[in-house]
């Protein structure tokens, strides 16, 4: 399958990490006249800084959240890690960096693009514009979807105003909606002295259709994600726009590569963070992420090959062997050897692209809006892109023969496997989700999760109370400098404090 990517020259390379490294303020809504340079700064350089932070951020943090609450992941018998997630210790000082991050970097340096003016009058900024939007709703949506309410209105105004009101979810949400229609319909009408980014767009190039086409996509999953709150209208309505634009939805895997070498801090962010480091070390997250016993045993049981892309056999028998979520593990057969970890398919090369948003996600939610009646299509459309989801998922992962792999898997009389076996839609399209978005953007499943209850039997650590976390907390930055609007939450809240749209 075609991924679409460019590769910054060395110069732009050298900016974008370079503004990564010195962008971040302790101020999250205070955006600087230029967040490297008052005097030179323009929207060419800025935005690989941005795109690079966002693909960091999603790639690292979120995507290890994700996989550890939908239990693909745990944690061998001879490693003291992770046991905020066993014990579900959703806390204010826990995996701080996806709101802090989002605020501090990346909307910053995107809010700076969206404000600057060319001095001369002779450069028209709109293709940033567009990016900026798009990036801003696609992190946008997820700040809402873990936190709830958050500063949006008065968020990024720079010190004209450092205490920013926490806005309603749903209201952010539907502003969000109209940005990205806004974002896509520029994107296909921009002004004729338009610069175009080319590539200082570290994820599309500069081709402005992929943009209309990627607003278009996060759009739909917002509007998807609407599926328990009675909107239909609303959510038909707003697809009427998507459709009206012509240009679709993406149509191969969004990725992120501003040019990632086998260089110190200069590695594909999910391969540096939990593969190896540049001088081919296994990192000791590496080692302590192994299978869970739940993923292992549904992948064999459904006669899944993607088990071995997803994990490698484990070091000692050579056998895909997962264990259960637990601090405590007894030693024999459940140390980091005797355990699958984290597979070729995910960790590739230092230089692999970092995704963003797989095809076959996007495949899923548009098979999910005709089964829900949003778009117009029949069950054999929407069993077709059901199983060129899955096809997608095996292209990606880069397993052998893919194609012909897939629909052997997909013709089979299995439950949440086959179309024609599974009598719940929904559920099997939510199940192969969690299958796809194994070890990338399993942020997304345990949203899904939460939004679905699928899938059913999925576990909950043993650790735990026995109820999986539905949001995240405000960080403990946020109580310290904007005590007068950030909403009180307690532990408690974690597992109570559901999505608007539950």
């Not at 609303?234 to 501003?258: F, R, S």
């Not at 939990?274 to 992420?289: F, K, L, P």
């Not at 259960?324 to 140390?335: F, R």
């Not at 005797?338 to 939610?365: F, N, R, V, Y």
Request: negative net charge; glycine residues 6%; charged residues 20%.
């Amino acid at each position: 399958m075609k991924k679409i990517y460019n590769i910054l020259d060395k110069s732009l390379l050298v900016i974008a990490f370079g503004i990564i490294a010195s962008s971040c303020s302790d101020d999250f809504y205070d955006v600087n006249e230029n967040p490297n340079d008052p005097s030179i700064s323009t929207p060419i350089q800025t935005l690989p800084a941005a795109q690079v932070t966002f693909a960091e951020l999603n790639g690292t943090s979120m995507t290890y959240v994700g996989n550890m609450f939908v239990y693909n992941w745990a944690t061998p018998s001879n490693w003291s890690a992770n046991s905020d997630f066993f014990r579900y210790n959703v806390s204010s000082s826990f995996y701080t960096n996806i709101f802090e991050t989002s605020y501090a970097s990346i909307f910053k340096n995107l809010t700076y693009i969206e404000n600057y003016e060319d001095p001369t009058g002779a450069v028209d900024y709109s293709s940033y514009d567009v990016i900026a939007q798009t990036i801003k709703g696609f992190q946008y949506q997820y700040l809402v979807d873990l936190y709830g309410d958050v500063p949006f209105t008065e968020a990024n105004q720079r010190a004209e105003n450092t205490t920013p009101v926490y806005d309603d979810a749903e209201t952010v949400y539907k502003s969000i909606i109209d940005s990205l229609t806004s974002a896509a319909n520029l994107a296909l009408n921009l002004p004729e002295n338009a610069e175009n980014p080319g590539d200082s767009d570290i994820i599309f190039g500069g081709d402005m259709e992929k943009w209309a086409q990627f607003a278009n996509t996060i759009k739909l999953r917002m509007l998807v994600r609407l599926s328990n709150t009675g909107q239909e209208a609303y959510i038909k309505e707003q697809i009427a726009l998507i459709d009206a634009n012509g240009v679709g939805y993406i149509t191969a895997d969004v990725m992120a590569n501003p040019g990632y070498s086998k260089n110190a801090d200069k590695q594909s962010p999910f391969y540096d963070y939990a593969g190896y480091d540049e001088g081919d070390a296994e990192t000791n997250r590496h080692d302590y992420t192994v299978a869970t016993d739940y993923t292992i045993d549904y992948l064999s049981s459904t006669n899944d090959p993607r088990i071995g892309y997803l994990y490698s056999p484990s070091e000692d028998a050579d056998e895909f062997k997962g264990v259960w979520q637990a601090i405590n593990l007894p030693g024999e057969g459940y140390t980091s050897d005797d355990l699958s970890k984290i597979g070729t398919g995910l960790i590739k090369s230092p230089t692999q692209d970092q995704p963003i948003m797989l095809l076959a996600e996007a495949l899923l939610i548009q098979s999910e809006a005709i089964v829900r009646g949003y778009i117009d299509g029949s069950d054999a459309e929407a069993k077709q892109l059901y199983n060129d989801a899955i096809t997608a998922s095996f292209e990606y992962l880069e397993v052998e023969d893919a194609a012909t792999e897939a629909e052997t898997y997909y013709s089979q009389g299995v439950k949440n496997v086959g179309w024609d076996t599974s009598s719940d839609k929904i559920e099997a399209i939510i199940t192969q989700k969690w299958v796809i978005l194994n070890g990338t953007s399993s942020i997304e499943s345990w949203i899904e999760n939460t939004r679905t209850g699928f899938p059913v039997d999925l576990p909950v650590s043993g650790d735990s109370d026995g109820i999986r976390p539905v949001s995240l907390l405000y960080p403990t930055s946020e109580y310290s400098r904007n005590s007068e609007n950030v909403p009180p939450t307690s532990r408690e809240d974690a597992f109570t404090n559901y999505p608007f749209w539950k």
